[in-house]
């Protein structure tokens, strides 16, 4: 047998597939009127398109739509919508030390690189 999973990523769904789906849930009973979504778990989320012709099912990570599938490790307006994303810790800028001084920060300027056995002169 293959060592594959089955599911690697999402799959978007028709609108039958998912009338199916919700009639399944509420026991042989069809929907009323199509839901903008439809949570199956905590962690899956079937969301409808503004077309409104498909689902796009959504999980914390992935998602079937089309700007997920352009851009790959960005979460797309669904996973924004249906699950608490995170933002990214930016970097810590580096606080001065002398906020008085009109002199710029220059420790790490070097305008000479010194050769292998040259010593710095001490100013």
Known sequence: MMNKPLASTPVTQSREAVAQLIAYFNHG?????????????????LARSN????????????????????RPGQPCKHIRTYFKVMPKAKAAT??????????????????????????????
């Open 51 to 70: 077309k409104g012709d498909v689902y796009y099912v959504v999980t914390p990570k992935s998602c079937s739509c089309p700007a997920a599938t352009y």
């Open 29 to 45: 009973k069809p929907p009323a009127e199509m839901p903008a979504f439809f949570r199956l778990s905590g962690e899956m989320v």
């Open 94 to 123: 580096p606080v001065p030390v002398d906020v008085d001084s009109i002199r710029p920060d220059m420790r790490g300027f070097r305008p000479v690189s010194l050769l292998p056995g040259e010593k710095a002169e001490v100013a």
